[in-house]
C-alpha cells in the first residue's frame, strides 16, 4: 500500500486520485466538512488571478469547473504545486500517506495577528489518508494528530516572523481521508498505529516541502540581492 492514490500535476492543477470513493474531512474552501470524494487538488494561484474587485469563491470555482473537477476537495495555494512532497508511513498494520506542498511567507504565529504582508505568498495544504476506515470522532483525532506533526516541523524550522516564532500560515489547510466501509477505528491518538502513522506521515513530508521552500526563497533573495 506505498501509495493509495495516484498524483497528476497539470498545473495551476496537482491532483490526488482515489481508485475508490473515500471519506474526507477538511476545511477546504471548496467541498469543506465531511464529504465522499474521489479526489482532492491543488489550485495554484497568484495575485494577479484573484484582483481586489474579484469574487475568489467564484474565481477559483469557474477555475475548478472548466478543469472538470467539480466533484474535488480543493485546497487552493500560491505555492509552486511542482514542490510537492509524498511520504509514507507504515505502522504495524496500518498505512498512512502525506502529500503536502508548503509555503512560510504567509506565516503566523497562533493567538496573535502579525499583520505583515508577506514579500511572496505561501501557504500549506496538507492531504493525509489512512488505510483504515475511522469513526466521525476518528476523524476529528487523525485531523488533530495531523496539525500536531505539521506545526512541529514548522516550529522544528525555526522560522521567525516579526520577532515571532511562526506556527503555521493564515490559510493552511489539512484534509484527512479514510476508507468507506468496514469496522470504523474509534481512535487515532499518539498511543495508537494509527497516530503513529499519521504523525510520521504529516512530520517527513512537510519537513521536506519547508527544506524545498526555504531553499527557494534563498534562491529568490540571491537573484534580487544581484539584480
Known amino acids: 500500500m506505498d501509495k493509495p492514490f495516484?498524483?497528476?500535476?497539470?498545473p495551476p492543477f496537482l491532483t490526488a486520485t482515489f481508485a475508490q470513493p473515500q471519506r474526507v474531512l477538511s476545511w477546504s474552501m471548496l467541498r469543506p466538512g465531511m464529504v465522499i470524494a474521489n479526489r482532492i487538488a491543488w489550485l495554484e494561484v497568484?495575485?494577479?488571478?484573484?484582483?481586489?474587485?474579484?469574487?475568489?469563491?467564484?474565481?477559483?470555482?469557474?477555475?475548478?469547473?472548466?478543469?472538470?473537477?467539480?466533484?474535488?476537495?480543493?485546497?487552493?495555494?500560491s505555492r509552486d504545486?511542482?514542490?510537492?512532497?509524498?511520504?509514507?508511513?507504515?505502522?504495524?498494520?496500518?498505512?498512512?500517506?502525506?502529500?503536502?506542498?508548503?509555503g512560510l511567507s504567509n506565516s503566523e504565529r497562533v493567538g496573535t495577528r502579525l499583520h505583515m504582508p508577506p514579500p511572496f505568498a505561501g501557504t500549506i495544504n496538507t492531504l493525509v489518508h489512512l488505510s483504515v476506515p475511522l469513526t466521525e470522532g476518528g476523524m476529528l483525532e487523525a485531523l488533530s494528530i495531523a496539525t500536531?506533526?505539521?506545526?512541529?516541523?514548522?516550529?522544528e524550522a525555526g522560522l521567525y516572523r516579526g520577532g515571532k516564532h511562526i506556527t503555521g500560515t493564515g490559510t493552511d489547510c489539512i484534509a484527512i481521508a479514510s476508507p468507506i466501509g468496514g469496522p470504523a477505528q474509534p481512535y487515532a491518538g499518539k498511543h495508537t498505529a494509527i497516530g503513529e502513522?499519521?504523525?510520521?506521515?504529516?512530520?517527513?513530508?512537510?519537513?521536506?516541502?519547508?527544506d524545498d521552500w526555504?531553499?527557494?526563497?534563498?534562491?529568490l533573495?540571491?537573484?534580487m540581492r544581484a539584480s
Open 6 to 10: 495516484s498524483i497528476t500535476l497539470a
Open 46 to 77: 497568484r495575485n494577479a488571478d484573484l484582483p481586489a474587485d474579484a469574487d475568489p469563491f467564484e474565481v477559483i470555482g469557474k477555475r475548478v469547473s472548466d478543469a472538470g473537477l467539480e466533484d474535488a476537495v480543493v485546497l487552493v495555494t
Open 81 to 102: 504545486i511542482r514542490r510537492h512532497h509524498h511520504h509514507h508511513a507504515p505502522v504495524e498494520n496500518v498505512h498512512a500517506n502525506c502529500l503536502t506542498t508548503a
Open 148 to 155: 500536531e506533526a505539521r506545526t512541529t516541523a514548522i516550529l
Open 197 to 210: 502513522a499519521i504523525g510520521a506521515a504529516a512530520y517527513h513530508a512537510t519537513v521536506a516541502a519547508i
Open 214 to 219: 526555504k531553499t527557494d526563497c534563498a534562491e
Open 221 to 223: 533573495n540571491a537573484a
